[in-house]
């Protein structure tokens, strides 16, 4: 079953989606990888999720990628007396550790990390920003403040503080015990929330190790001072813009976005852009203009992958959702504008020699008008460096690993296909040869461009690349 689109869609799966029926509808309307959001079910009811879209990935005989983002830290004052109240513009108020009475001047916020990191001049932003505060001064268990915009808070509401490191773990005790069940299931993705520092990632990478891809959500401006970093460190990003576009100002986010987009390009990393893309299809069959035009902007500047939250989680319309995203991405990859805006963001080539060969692959397949390029690759790396260059034909990316050929889910441009290891030269032309005519990508007279490491199995060796006229 092949795409008619390089760019992948994610699509989060709950009440509206998680019954198998309801999955099979998405994943044939266009859902290349399914996110599993444990901010919010059992693991009772994930696990179902989980084993419904293994037996559809049986089903339809096409590897299926399964994320599971964690929920990671959350900052929430505590309880309100009568559950809310009113601040205004110029008025003083009061945050406290403990001993709270829940008005104006004991305001609780049960956590010392913030007590411990902010200084006067810093700014809480509380849910999502519709209350600002700025602090005026400090004491051991009290933070006293001044409101710049007014409005309601109440019970449990979030409090978001963008210039201030905060020593807190990305991983929560929750995360830790939703991470080893994730993995025990067999997810292909764990996106790690709340990163702040290079850090964060290695933390997790410790406790992840090699049973799944390490995807870094960018939420947090301290994340984008060490984004070089912490992109080395993954395996994925994910520019959560809806936290990010809380903690820096909002007309900032588009450019962050491009920089990210194309930082992850010249990594050779999945990008994937999130975070009310077609927003009012939780309630609309279909989406604003404006709307249409943001997930074509995220193709334009190469994203790998596009996300639906709540349209395809609690939305009213998740299928038509996935086939309004689906039919943007084609669209606007058929534009006559899409080849040259992606070939104008370019990254710069690396000066190795495995890169040098999969940039070659890529040149050589559009000169010779090649009905594909055939990746062997064991780790999915080869695949990578290909997908780079964003070439214009597709990449069939053959891999004997069932994890990595999920993974490939979220690789720009790459259809995967899972396939025993070769041994020798004359078996990866013919492997590659069969491949491509049974996948649809070839046929008789045909050109491909094949590429793979030598010795075969060895993971980043990219080193040899073939032209093969199929007879």
């Not at 055939?374 to 891999?399: D, M, Y």
């Amino acid at each position: 079953m092949r795409r008619n689109r390089r760019a992948k869609i994610v699509a989060t799966v709950g009440p509206a989606s998680g019954s198998p029926e309801m999955l099979e509808a998405l994943f044939l309307a266009g859902v290349d990888t399914f996110r599993l959001n444990f901010s919010h079910g059992t693991h009772e009811d994930h696990a179902k999720v989980h084993v419904a879209i293994r037996a559809l990935e049986q089903k339809v005989e096409r590897p299926i990628g399964i994320l599971q983002d964690l929920q990671g830290p959350k900052i929430r004052v505590g309880t309100i007396k009568d559950g809310k109240i009113v601040v205004v513009a110029g008025e003083q108020v009061r945050f406290v550790l403990s001993g709270s009475d829940g008005d104006k001047m004991s305001i609780p916020l049960p956590h010392p990390e913030i007590f411990a990191a902010v200084t006067p001049g810093d700014d809480f932003l509380i849910d999502d920003g519709r209350v600002r505060v700025r602090v005026t001064g400090l004491g051991d268990d009290r933070i006293d403040a001044k409101v710049i915009i007014g409005g309601v808070i109440s019970n449990r509401k979030g409090v978001n503080v963008p210039s201030a490191v905060l020593d807190l773990s990305p991983l929560t005790a929750k995360d830790r015990a939703d991470l080893a069940f994730g993995l025990e299931l067999g997810v292909d993705w764990v996106a790690l929330s709340f990163v702040q520092k290079p850090g964060d990632v290695i933390e997790a990478c410790g406790l992840v190790g090699d049973r799944a891809g390490i995807m870094a959500k960018i939420e947090k401006p301290a994340a984008l001072e060490h984004i070089d970093d912490i992109i080395r460190l993954s395996d994925a990003i994910m520019v959560a813009r809806g936290d990010l576009g809380v903690e820096i100002p909002l007309e900032d986010v588009p450019g962050r976005q491009k920089e990210l987009i194309k930082s992850c390009r010249l990594a050779g990393k999945p990008v994937i852009v999130a975070t009310q893309m077609l927003d009012s299809m939780v309630a609309a069959p279909t989406p604003t203009r404006a709307e249409a035009s943001d997930v074509a902007t995220a193709i334009y500047d190469g994203a790998d992958a596009v996300m639906l939250s709540a349209e395809s989680a609690i939305g009213l319309y998740p299928r038509e959702a996935v086939a309004m995203m689906s039919r943007i991405i084609e669209s606007t990859e058929r534009h006559k504008m899409y080849r040259p805006i992606l070939d104008a963001s370019q990254p710069g080539e690396e000066e190795t020699a495995p890169h040098a060969v999969a940039a070659a692959a890529a040149d050589l397949a559009a000169a010779l008008h090649a009905s594909a390029i055939v990746a062997f690759t064991s780790s999915g790396t080869t695949a990578a460096r290909i997908a780079r260059k964003r070439p214009k034909v597709s990449i069939l990316a053959i891999t004997p690993d069932r994890r990595v050929s999920r993974q490939l889910c979220l690789l720009w441009g790459a259809h995967s296909v899972l396939s025993k290891d070769i041994n020798n030269y004359e078996e990866m032309v013919d492997r590659a040869t069969q491949t491509a005519i049974t996948e649809g990508f070839a046929h008789r007279a045909d050109s491909i461009v094949v590429v793979a490491g030598i010795p075969f199995g060895e993971a980043g060796t990219t080193n040899n690349l073939r032209v093969v006229q199929i007879g």
